[in-house]
């Protein structure tokens, strides 16, 4: 038998045997993270990817391959790149999903910034209010070098229209980080609606707890529902400083940051090197849970992407991964929801400890200008959720996924401590439902 018609007949074999494959297989395993704001900068260094040339489509399962290529020039200056793109930004539709090759990035502008007088950016490339857009998406970049980052631009996101649009029309999102707080834009859909639709279809989203000191608890009561920041079924990130890099040394601090909102679910590093606006190659140091929290999603999603790199990517409506069942726990009935993967890394996720804490961070702090971080306390659930998931949990999370190791087991006052916050924010949004019902 020739070999050509000997594999045929082996794989028509196999199939027989096990059955069709639910998905085609893909060149490599990746995992999404949709970050919700005002745009980045598609031409800056911690984005380029340069053998990223294949399609979404051949990588994620359920991308369009109809969805278009933005063709950008990657050289050194920022402004000759743009120039050199002009023809190609004056193509880009608001409403209309981008890949770029080069890149791991995919641009949907939903709402632009307007200003009153009826200008404002009418494309992706650049974050109209500076810094943020540009640090938020570097974040997710930077936790997860291997997934994609959606880049949703979106004016007012806190009223929740971004992430409708991604449980309307993107199933292959598997998690959304929005870091801008609502009150910006009363029309459309509610945030809260729009968020629990995402997490129903077993996903999750992240948000930041604030940087108002304690848990900004009377602050979300004095926004005007349904457009309440922090109902309890999304994902609450505060800030920790684990390591920091300044131009004149780098510091392992491994502290808590004052200045960050507490409790919360999960902590990421409240002061990170994020890439800029406008160029190619420099950094800035950036601080606030607006940063922390991308971190702490693509930590998940890296998580995710190690699993789907080990077993397939394999998928089912409402779950991360599905497939065979497994000798493992989360995996005992061959399916992962964003619930279990909360689970998980609840129970991988790090505690810093008193005598962690780096004393040399707190001159070095003072010096740029910034609040030092402090040592953990003996409790470090009060200041640190459920942990910080660095970037070592996330192969311990995968060996506890494969039934390779056992689920740590984090301390009972802790557990108690983190259910009794839970209950909390549960009671809360009853409340202002009521509250709500309750009004003329």
């Known amino acids: 038998m020739k070999p050509s018609r000997q594999l045929a007949l082996s794989l028509l074999l196999v199939v027989l045997a096990h059955g069709a494959p639910a998905i085609a297989a893909v060149s490599r395993a990746t995992a999404v993270v949709a970050d919700i704001g005002p745009g980045t900068n598609p031409y800056h260094q911690a984005f380029r990817r340069p053998t990223w040339t294949e399609h979404p489509c051949t990588v994620i399962p359920g991308f369009s391959c109809d969805t278009p290529a933005l063709n950008l020039t990657f050289g050194a200056d920022y402004a000759a790149d743009l120039a050199a793109d002009r023809a190609t ?7 209309t999903l981008y890949w770029v090759p080069h890149t791991n990035l995919l641009l949907l502008t939903t709402r632009s910034f307007v200003n009153a007088d009826g200008t404002g950016i009418p494309d992706g490339h650049v974050d109209a209010t500076g810094t943020h857009g540009v640090g938020t998406s570097g974040a997710v970049s930077a936790a997860c070098p291997d997934c994609y980052v959606l880049v949703v631009q979106d004016a007012a996101s806190g009223n929740g229209e971004g992430t409708q649009y991604v449980v309307d029309h993107l199933p292959w999102v598997d998690f959304i980080t929005n870091t801008s707080f609502p009150g910006s834009n009363t029309e459309g859909p509610g945030y809260a609606w729009a968020s629990k639709a995402f997490v129903d279809s077993g996903r999750l989203q992240f948000v930041g707890s604030g940087n108002f000191v304690v848990y900004p608890l009377l602050d979300e009561l004095s926004v005007a529902y349904p457009d309440y920041n922090l109902p309890p079924w999304v994902t609450v990130v505060g800030g920790a400083i ?30 990170q090197n994020l890439p800029t606006p406008e160029t190619t190659n420099d950094d800035l140091v950036l601080t606030g849970t ?11 999603a890296e998580t995710l992407r190690k699993l789907r790199a080990a077993l397939g990517d394999t998928r089912a409506p409402g779950k991360l991964w599905a497939g065979a069942p497994r000798n493992s726990p989360l995996l005992k009935d061959g399916a992962l929801t964003g ?14 400890k008193p005598r962690d804490y780096n004393p040399l961070c707190e001159p070095e702090f003072a010096l740029h200008g910034m609040t030092p971080p402090q040592p953990a306390p003996l409790a470090p659930w009060s200041e640190m959720g459920w942990g910080f998931p660095l970037a070592g949990d996330t192969d311990r999370a995968v060996q506890v996924l494969l039934g390779q190791s056992a689920a740590p087991t984090k301390p009972p006052n802790g557990i108690t401590y983190m259910q009794e916050f839970a209950k909390l924010r549960k009671f809360t949004w009853n409340s202002l439902v009521k509250i709500s019902a309750a009004l003329p």
Do not use: H, N
Request: with cysteine; proline share 6%; glycine share 6%.
């Open 89 to 95: 930004w004056a193509s880009y539709r608001p409403g």
């Open 290 to 300: 607006s940063f922390a929290t991308p971190q702490v999603a693509a930590r998940f």
């Open 242 to 271: 684990d390591r920091i890099d300044f131009a004149d040394g780098s510091f392992d601090c491994r502290g808590i940051d004052p200045d960050a909102s507490k409790p919360s679910d999960f902590v990421g590093d409240f002061a």
């Open 339 to 352: 619930a279990e993967m909360y689970q998980l890394m609840a129970s991988v996720a790090s505690y810093f």
